[in-house]
């Protein structure tokens, strides 16, 4: 089948490789000329595990090309539209600048038949004003939402083999043929029902709002755990050993109940803003109130961290060499968008400590948005000389540290477990004042 990406991105380049890799014959569409020529040459422009080998078989196997020009992607039955929907500046709105552009600047080759299928994150209602855009410029083309789910960090493995796959289809009376428009995604996705996914088949506005209530869903989970992680401080209870109990209970969940730093990367924090902003135009912001206060619980967890950096070096930070394990906001990614970890080492710095921060991957893309901190290429040249260390993104080269080995190079044996991933005991056995979030 062919198809065309539009917007390669962390979302999108994964998509046009993944659908390539299925067998289908794919065009991604992508304004950013660098972006466009470093995938045309099999190169990822960002981390991502497996997209690599994903782009090299597809670019082999001639299934796989890349252009910066929208009308190559005329001979497409099928459209992914899969561009940024960031949050807007000043603003929680999600800004729909990049949405309205790439579908105003596909209009014109949209071949009869075709089907545009939106997989970027979007305000309810939003496909709906899309299709009218649609039936007028191409009245047997077909738009439909087709949400997507995947995490970044397990891309490629969350794209070819899902949890669900959510088709929002044209309603009765609604522009598009809906059984037209499944058969198309029918046909896309093959293989993965073939396997058993299961399929859900919906309207437009429900499956957009499949997607934001499932972010608010993960999100609200991080906030609550880290809400009892307040409680845990000011009692001297333990969160993860709490987490652990309730996390048993099957309807509850183990899951999305890991307290530390907080929630950040490109989408649950906007999504959720997002959503607010939605909700309130629509004259039902009272539904969602509580995601203001999981924002709140999830910022606060940051400058908590920064309280707890002044406690540990007595009073303040001004001066003091800290060393911040990680930039990105998960590991196993290079995303850096509204990262925990450089939320914490910017504020440090901007309280006039000396920072230095070390991301196996997240480096360049961290020194991009924050120039004026300082970045080394591991945790041992990070830590040389610090008087402390904060754990903030837990990459499985910094849970691994010795800290006999690594108390070797510090100033001070110091360390602040944002991530609640490292055994106390044995930290504070090897002689260093551990601390974390929401354990005593
Ligand atoms: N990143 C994720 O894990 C993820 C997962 C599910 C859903 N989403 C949603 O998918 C969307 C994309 O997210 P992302 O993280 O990939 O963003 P991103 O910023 O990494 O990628 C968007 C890409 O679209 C390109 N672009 C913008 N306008 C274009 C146009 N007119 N034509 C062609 N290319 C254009 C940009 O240059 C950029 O490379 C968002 O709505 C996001 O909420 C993201
Ligand atoms: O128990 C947990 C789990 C996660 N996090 C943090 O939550 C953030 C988001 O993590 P995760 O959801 O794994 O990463 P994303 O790649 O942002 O994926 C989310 O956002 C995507 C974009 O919408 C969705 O497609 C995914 O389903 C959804 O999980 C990260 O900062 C994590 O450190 C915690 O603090 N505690």
Redesign the pocket.
Known sequence: MRISVIGCGYLGAVHAAAMASLGHDVVGVETDAAKAEALSAGRAPFYEPGLPELLTEAGANGKLRFTTNIADAAEAEVHFLCVGTPQSKGSYAADLTYVNGAVTALLPYLKPGALLAGKS?VPVGTAARLADLVAEAQPSAHLVWNP??????FAVQDTLHPDRIVYGVPSAGEPGDAQRAEALLDEVYATPLSEGIPKLVTDRATAELV?VA??SF?AT??SF?NAMAELCETTGADVTALADAIGLDDRIGR??????????????PK?IRAFMARAGELGADQALHFLREVDAINLRRRTRMVDLAREELGGSVAGKRIAVLGAA??PE?DDVRDS?ALNVAAQLQLQGAEVVVTDPQANENASRVWPTLAFADSAEEAARGAELVLMLTEWKQFRGLDPHDFGQVVAGKRMLDGRNVLDPQRWRGAGWSYRALGRP
Not at 255 to 268: I, M, Q
């Open positions: 994150t997507e789910f995947l995490r970044e960090g997607k499932a972010n993960l989970k991080i755990i899951k999305f109940l890991n307290a530390g730093v907080g929630f950040g990367g490109g989408c649950l999504d906001f998960k990614s925990p």
